[in-house]
């Protein structure tokens, strides 16, 4: 049915007319900030933002053409080394496309849709953050591991190129002290990570640190140690968060260097840095790493960790996430009954020595029988200590043996055993025969 104004009654029509007024006044009002708007000032406010702990560089600001859009083109992020002997890390964007969404904040939410070109890779997602929630969509493809703040994570730079996906719902809450902050028994959300193929760590040059409780260990590597590098052929790597846990559920690599073998699931906090953490290490090196990275090989398998069953270093993982405790314990499967079952610990063994009866002194009879000694205790068993560090590990000793007899029966020098026929031996060492029950001693 054909509309036509003129079918509208006068007071319709006025109403109208303002509405289109205020629709007309709404849209030139938008594009003319978008036009207006100093974007130079954005690009020092990113920069005063971040200047604290880095160096940044930025090529230029660009304003779209679409309310709400601008583009960061050359944005470079510089970590400052601490000491003489670091390795500045460099985060490198080719283009930021950042579109502000201008309907969400009408509603109190700021939207940010971002599209990032990263060397060959490109990063595309949103982040929304309401006083409410927090939600976080991302993907990324072809990223370039060097170009991204990998040290800071693992301690190590890392090259290849890295895939990866994270969705995440974190809502806010009041905490403990009544201030509003993120609620993570509460979330819920899944990450992603991949290296298809050629990923390193490492680049021969970044020692990597480490912070140990333990003082003199710390002094042992308070210069950091000494790493080349480890190739990875693959890497995949899934985690879920949910129901107040995160849980790495799938972990495998493939390497030519090594193995390595992850089990980790932490029960979350409020405060995400007092979440108990539970996890295992297990690793093995390859003869082809020893041979071309000997200091790097050296490095992993000299960590004081035991070997498993499954011919592995372990490393079990535990303690809240802010100090997590790295204990030289078999775990993981070995430690639930594995294949083998978990090794034994050391013991120490010893003979007790046999009793050596004497005879009475001059003028004083000797009792008729001679009862015999009590039995001595074996030392208990040493064991390992539950809170034992990595390379505190205590050594096995092989139990002592008994003295061995030579042949004709005669016992070896220094050898606590009876002499031949069971007789006992006088303080000159000469053999006496047995004394029966009832009979008087010869003197």
Known sequence: MAFSLSNLGPRTRKILRYVGFAVLGLVTFVFAFQLAFPFGRVKQRIIDALSDKYDVTIGDVERGFIPGRM??????????PVKADDVATTFYVEQLEVDLGLFALLHGTVSVKIDAKIGPGHLKGTIA??????????????????????????????????????????????????????NWPKAEGALELACPSGCVIGDGKTKLKTNLK???????????????KVNIDTLFANIEIKNGKLDVTKFETKSGDGELHVDFDAALNQDIMQSTVTGCLRFSVTEALTKREPKTASAISLTGAPRGPDNLFH???????????????????????????????????????QPVRTTGGAGIPPPTALPPPPAAAPPPAAAIPEDAGVVDVMPAYPPIAPAAEA???????????PPPGGGQQDPAGTPMAPVAPGAPAPR
């Open 71 to 80: 583009y960061v083109k050359a944005l470079t992020i510089r970590t400052r």
């Open 129 to 182: 953050l309401s006083k409410s929630n927090t939600s976080i969509d991302l993907n990324g493809d072809d990223l370039p591991a060097a170009n991204l703040p990998i040290k800071e994570a693992v301690g190590l730079p890392m090259s290849g190129k890295l895939r990866f996906a994270l969705a995440l719902e974190l809502p806010n809450d009041k905490n403990k002290a009544g201030k509003v902050g993120p």
């Open 214 to 228: 333990n003082a003199r260990q710390q002094a042992m590597a308070e210069g950091g140690i000494e790493f080349g």
């Open 315 to 353: 490393i079990k993982l535990e303690g809240p996430l802010r100090e997590v405790r790295r204990l030289a314990l078999v775990c993981g499967p070995s430690a639930q009954g594995g294949a083998g079952g978990p090794p034994a610990r050391p013991n120490l063994t010893v003979t007790p020595d």
């Open 407 to 417: 042949p004709g029966g005669a016992v070896q020098p220094g050898s606590p055993g």
